[in-house]
């Protein structure tokens, strides 16, 4: 508790003196997000006659800036946690979960309309440096991830120019688990281990570090889809990226070039005969894998001349992947593309699309290859159906995923309501494995429908009232591609959720 009353005296002595004295631009935006769900479903299929699960849970975030003409600073620190999850009287075994967001530092290293630097040769030159989020276009493969409670962030370095309405940001980030004294070598663990894990002889063993556990008593998994890009922990060991975009007239262009190095590693295990083992990944293997994705995207708009308040919304976008994937899997012939266009007339308008993100044909696939496309860091929750089936912490299949939509809505002054429809199917071939299938067997192709409807309401122009209704009609080729069983998970599942969003400008 000092530390917030700390915390919260330095920030108000250092915004007086920056009020009184520097005559900046300062900002302090508060943030308290509760959401209430109700999840029979969500993410995956569940047990036959199993029980929906409710809970709430809490984002409390405060943003503070600063602005110069050579300098913006930044930072944002969040609470996150789940009501009950703490107890009532906390104790320091209770676990810390007050973390930085962000902070970052943006210097302005030329700016053609601050006379006082002669060194002209581009329009805008400025560096950003730290702990940032990473939002480019409709956060498809970079987002910030902002549905989920903890959002997302990246430790990293930006240096963006500007110049004749060309913009280009060129990007690196390099991860390490520690500074400590006797560390030695660039090895790095890509996510968050255990203290310790049960043995297969229901033993307590101590993890180390470097060694990341999958498996261990009974074989069930410890730390569940262990290196993920995509709604997981997971880091990338580098990453360096190169984002253009330019706008010409109604039409927007942009390009993404981003490579991400993904730490090798070996399988390996701990323990003995008579303590049991525990199986996982051993971090110290020097190199990397390397992936490479690059693309671009075209978004446009266009005047309905016959209708007034009409208009034509329309966006197209093709990527690619090649390298290596983070288990070292040769990537052959990955690719994302779609297409989507919105009739807007008035408050209402209708979106209809369809994108195909590739997988690995089954049919064709040889030894030590993939054809899965890994839409990287973006925000899934946002693309393909509020329910979360695929590219987050559950997984996706690897058959790929094609996605034809139809979205419905009704933009008011204060309430906002949206429907959409989504038909999921797979990508590529995936064979039917089960014990009772025939040689050669093929999975259909369908996957499941997805309805989702959500409603938003301004209370004032800090508060946000949203909730919303989602449900997936399921069929035995999601159970089996998600899950791996056919028959057992119940076929139709269900998600509801009501969340108020605070965020007032203090000033």
């Not at 894990?197 to 069930?220: C, E, R, W």
């Not at 989602?470 to 791996?484: D, F, P, R, V």
Request: aromatic share 14%; hydrophobic share 35%.
């Amino acid at each position: 508790m000092k530390f917030y009353f700390r915390l919260l005296g330095f920030v108000c002595l250092f915004l007086t003196i920056v009020h009184c004295h520097l005559y900046a631009q300062v900002s302090l935006i508060g943030q308290l997000r509760t959401r209430t769900e109700l999840r029979d479903g969500y993410g995956n299929l569940t047990p036959k006659n199993s029980r929906a699960a409710a809970f709430t849970s809490q984002r409390t975030r405060l943003t503070f800036g600063y602005k110069w003409n050579r300098v913006n600073f930044n930072v944002a620190v969040q609470d996150v946690r789940v009501w009950g999850q703490d107890a009532s009287t906390i104790s320091s075994a209770d676990g810390n979960r007050l973390m930085v967001h962000e902070a970052w530092a943006e210097l302005t290293l030329i700016n053609s309309a601050d006379s006082t630097l002669k060194f002209k040769p581009i329009q805008n030159l400025s560096l950003k440096i730290g702990r940032q989020e990473l939002v480019y276009d409709d956060v498809r493969l970079l987002g910030n991830l902002d549905w989920l409670q903890q959002g997302r962030r990246f430790d990293a370095a930006l240096l963006k120019a500007q110049h004749h309405g060309w913009s280009l940001d060129l990007g690196l980030g390099f991860n390490q688990n520690s500074d400590a004294f006797g560390t030695t070598g660039t090895a790095y663990t890509p996510a968050n281990a255990p203290v310790s894990a049960l043995s297969d002889k229901n033993v307590t063993l101590a993890i180390p570090g470097g060694f990341l556990p999958t498996a261990g008593k009974g074989g069930a998994p410890i730390v569940a889809n262990a290196v993920s890009t995509n709604g997981q922990n997971q880091q990338f060991k580098s990453f360096q990226m190169a984002y253009l975009s330019r706008k010409f007239n109604q039409t927007r262009f942009s390009a993404l070039f981003f490579k991400d190095d993904f730490s090798k590693y070996r399988i390996d295990s701990l323990g003995s005969a008579a303590t049991g083992y525990v199986y996982g990944r051993r971090y110290d293997v020097p190199g990397t894998h390397s992936r490479l994705t690059y693309g671009a995207m075209l978004t446009g708009q266009a005047t309905i001349s016959a209708v007034k308040t009409g208009q034509i919304l329309w966006q197209a976008f093709g990527y690619l992947q090649s390298g290596k994937d983070r288990d070292g899997l040769r990537i052959r012939n990955a690719y994302h593309y779609g297409a989507n266009v919105t009739f807007q007339k008035g408050l209402l308008s209708v979106s209809p699309g369809y994108e195909i993100l590739s997988g690995t044909n089954a049919a064709t696939v040889k030894p030590g290859e993939t054809g899965r496309f890994d839409p990287l860091y973006g925000t899934p929750h946002k693309h393909w159906g509020y329910m979360d089936y695929f590219y987050v912490g559950t997984g996706s299949p690897a058959g790929g995923l094609k996605d034809a939509f139809l979205k419905f809505k009704y933009a008011g002054k204060r309430l906002t309501t949206a429907f959409d429809v989504h038909y999921f199917s797979l990508a590529a071939t995936t064979f039917n494995k089960m014990p009772d299938a025939a040689t050669g067997a093929k999975l259909e192709s369908k996957l499941g429908m997805e309805y989702d409807f959500t409603a938003t309401y301004g209370l004032n122009k800090f508060t946000t009232l949203e909730a919303g209704y989602a449900l997936m009609k399921g069929t035995n080729s999601l159970e089996y591609t998600k899950q791996g069983t056919m028959n057992q998970k119940d076929k139709l599942g269900t998600w509801a959720y009501l969340m108020i969003n605070i965020r007032p400008v203090f000033f």
